[in-house]
């Protein structure tokens, strides 16, 4: 069964200091990974996703996210930091394509805090 | 840009009571999702939805759950008898014939008392 771990439940940087989230997921192939943020109140947007190729992957608001099979990892980074990027953040694994969907296996989340 | 949307964004209701949650997937997607969170908890799939019939399901989708795509535009999870344990906040995600990226509205909030 596919499964992802979030060590870190609470981080904090300060506005300006680089940013890395870590996520390690357990699945038996080639996973696709995500990362999706939620901000309070609002729902999950998809930061960037790895199916395949590159292994360095970049996303929106200028994420990016390394895939490294050799550790079963998938962590975020952020060169800098911005306040707006306080918000929850998601690791996702599927494990391939089912006959009818892709179900989605979350972590627990990175809940970040942003100090000015 | 095109998105999923829900309604209603949020519904208190009376334990043993059957609510139904609407979502709009976004227009040309195939694959249907429901998935719910609990406060504090982590985001979980309940569902999966494609060509008229629930193609996946976890073990928390028993028989109180059903789904429904009525018409070409939305997409329905119905809770039948509500209990304390089903307030969450539940997702509806849906993607295209790629199935890869799957993208989520903004969720409805249920509250059950």
């Known amino acids: 069964a596919q499964s992802v771990t979030q060590p870190d439940i609470h981080i904090t940087v300060s506005e300006g200091a680089s940013l890395e989230l870590r996520c390690n ?49 998938f962590n975020l980074r952020k060169p800098s930091v911005h306040w707006s990027d306080a918000a929850e953040y998601f690791c996702a694994v599927a494990g391939g394509l089912t006959g009818g969907g892709n179900k989605l ?8 805090k942003v100090e000015l | 840009e095109p998105e999923v949307t829900q309604t209603p964004s949020h519904q208190v209701t009376q334990m043993g009571q059957e609510v139904i949650l609407r979502c709009v997937p ?3 997607h195939l694959y249907f999702y429901w998935y719910r969170q ?5 985001v979980e799939f309940l569902v999966s939805f494609y060509n008229n019939e629930i193609s996946e399901k976890s073990e928390i989708f028993d028989d109180q759950f059903s789904v ?37 509205g903004p969720g409805t909030r249920l509250l059950v008392l």
């Open chain 1, 25 to 73: 997921y357990s699945y038996g192939a080639t996973p696709y990974l995500f990362w999706y943020v939620q901000s309070p109140g609002q729902g999950l947007q998809l930061l960037l996703k790895y199916f395949s190729g590159d292994t360095l992957v970049q996303g929106i608001k200028g994420f990016e996210a390394e895939f490294k099979r050799s550790q079963s990892s």
């Open chain 2, 26 to 28: 976004i227009s040309n």
């Open chain 1, 105 to 112: 296996t979350f972590g627990t989340g990175t809940q970040l």
């Open chain 2, 68 to 104: 429904e795509r009525p018409d070409g535009s939305n997409f329905t999870l119905k809770i039948r008898s509500t209990k304390l344990e089903d307030s969450a906040m539940y997702f509806c995600a849906s993607s295209g014939e790629g199935r890869e990226t799957q993208y989520f």
């Open chain 2, 38 to 42: 609990i406060l504090g908890q982590k």
